[in-house]
Nanobody
Framework: QLQLVESGGDLVQPGGSLRLSCAAS????????IGWYRQAPGKEREGVSC????????NYADSVKGRFTISRDTAKNTVYLQMNSLKSEDTAVYYC???????????????????WGQGTQVTVSS
């Protein structure tokens, strides 16, 4: 059974950092592109970052470019989202999702998400 479990969300002050984890089971990361998404209260869900199934391609939303970094550890079957210089507008529930993408070296932040985790709350506030 394909499963994704996010962790690492927390309350952090503006300018702080967090690292989110997305632990995958039931499949290997070289089979799916993984995306990170977020949804703030009253707003639509938006794509934040992604990493291709081949691991060589990453992409970021303009709002997080230069501050967030996506990576993965295939031995642990886990994808990470390192978030630095956090702002209040980064407050949201963060989700990871697996996307079946035929091209191993492509991903996009607007991928629809085929299998979703339950989410983890990130709150940026002083």
């Amino acid at each position: 059974q394909l499963q994704l479990v996010e962790s690492g969300g927390d309350l952090v002050q503006p300018g702080g950092s967090l690292r989110l984890s997305c632990a995958a089971s039931g499949f290997t990361l070289d089979s799916y592109a993984i995306g990170w998404y977020r949804q703030a209260p009253g707003k639509e869900r938006e794509g934040v970052s992604c990493i291709s199934s081949g691991g060589s391609t990453t992409n970021y939303a303009d709002s997080v470019k230069g501050r967030f970094t996506i990576s993965r550890d295939t031995a642990k079957n886990t994808v990470y989202l390192q978030m630095n210089s956090l702002k209040s507008e980064d407050t949201a529930v963060y989700y990871c999702a697996a996307n079946y993408v035929r091209l191993r070296n492509w991903c996009g932040v607007k991928m629809r998400g085929d299998h979703w985790g339950q989410g983890t709350q990130v709150t940026v506030s002083s």
